[in-house]
């Protein structure tokens, strides 16, 4: 019996979840990163931004099943956040990453809502799956250009001064060729999102082939356009520090933690995710916030950043009913006394904006620079 739990365990970790790909790089990482950051008497800031995959035809669902879905969302989210708020008036905030192979029709919804405060929309791209030949750079670059193009439409990536800007998660965590050409394609993947707009990535992180061995940092990529997964080493976000390569990675938590069942002590992986089999538990929250990401030299401003794909209805409960509710009561009930902690729901745009501020020295409640570098999208006013 001993024996067959260790190779169902072994086959958990090095086949489906494919530890082998990461887990060395991470051990790696916990030791030459064991010594704190150092010590502030500075009020602690978190920075709470929830990123979803957001497909509404998920498992090949018909319209009106798809349909549904989103009216639920339309319906029950703003029940739910009106009931939270963070130290700055703000109820949580959602950020949709939706496929442009999705019918438009959706964004409607979803651009009300965030009209209403809710939320924001960014770029979600799924490519070459459905395609016998693997993509170029040239169609890669033609369907990112019409998905800003048909977003743009409704507001989306449109800035005041007429730019377009986005950011990004590549589908099935394939981001620049890292699994191959049946779901990606292109090995300048990288250099071809900073081109066409794309201001950060925020696939990350996956528990396979995909994950970089760099991680749980915030940290800038340089394309290589010969080989696939460039990303898997960088420079990473420092205060003072000057922008480098082209692209930043925006991930988060990847870790092992222990959880207590049945009065028993396990080991549990974390990959920031709200769509596996543990939900947003006390015990967990409280592993976010002490292993939250950071700008090197500004520990007192803390970013966790979280994915799910929640459209699907199994998802819900941890992110539009009693599961989302009791997460969102613990945060503010340990973490936003006003005090010692303030808590800071933000967008996937407002997230980004806050780091660019740590990296240039800015003080102060990071509340003041949401909109920092990136502005507010015109369908938001």
């Not at 995909?210 to 997964?229: G, L």
């Not at 592993?287 to 520990?299: C, E, F, H, S």
Request: glycine share 6%.
């Amino acid at each position: 019996m001993a024996y067959q739990n260790l190779k169902k365990l072994l086959e958990l970790l090095f086949v489906d979840v494919g530890f082998h790909h990461w887990f060395p790089a991470y051990l790696w990482s916990r030791t030459i990163r064991s010594r704190p950051q150092s010590e502030t008497e500075e009020p602690i800031h978190i920075m709470f931004c929830l990123v979803d995959h957001y497909e509404p035809f998920h498992g090949g669902v018909d319209f009106n099943t798809a349909n549904k879905r989103v009216k639920t969302w339309e319906k029950n989210y703003p029940i739910m956040a009106e009931n939270h708020r963070d130290s700055d008036g703000n109820p949580p905030k959602h950020t949709w990453f939706y496929p442009p192979h999705l019918d438009h029709c959706f964004l409607n919804e979803l651009a009300e809502l965030c009209q209403h405060g809710f939320g924001e929309i960014e770029m979600h791209l799924h490519h070459n799956r459905m395609h016998p030949f693997p993509d170029t750079s040239k169609t890669l670059t033609e369907k990112i250009m019409k998905c800003i193009s048909d977003y743009s439409k409704h507001g989306i990536f449109c800035l005041p001064d007429g730019s377009k800007k986005f950011a990004f998660i590549h589908g099935d965590w394939s981001l620049d060729n890292s699994l191959g050409a049946h779901i990606c394609g292109v090995n300048d993947e990288i250099k071809i999102l900073r081109d066409t707009g794309c201001y950060a990535d925020f696939t990350y992180p996956s528990l396979g082939k995909a994950q970089p061995a760099f991680m749980n940092r915030i940290y800038y990529v340089k394309d290589d356009p010969n080989k696939p997964k460039s990303y898997s080493s960088g420079k990473e976000v420092k205060v003072g520090s000057k922008p480098w390569g082209d692209l930043l990675l925006i991930p988060g938590i990847l870790g092992i933690r222990k959880i207590r069942r049945n009065g028993r002590l396990k080991w549990a992986l974390e990959a920031s995710d709200l769509d596996g089999m543990f939900s947003p538990d006390e015990e967990r929250i409280d592993y976010w916030v002490a292993n939250a990401l950071t700008v090197r030299g500004k520990p007192n401003w803390k970013f966790i950043k979280l994915h799910t794909h929640g459209a699907v209805e199994s998802r819900w409960k941890s992110l539009l009913f009693e599961g989302a509710d009791s997460m969102y009561h613990y945060l503010a009930e340990k973490y936003d006394d006003r005090e010692n902690y303030f808590l800071h729901y933000v967008t996937a745009r407002e997230l980004y904006n806050i780091i660019k501020a740590a990296e240039n020295g800015e003080h102060g409640n990071p509340n003041y620079f949401r909109d920092y570098e990136i502005a507010r999208y015109t369908y938001l006013d």
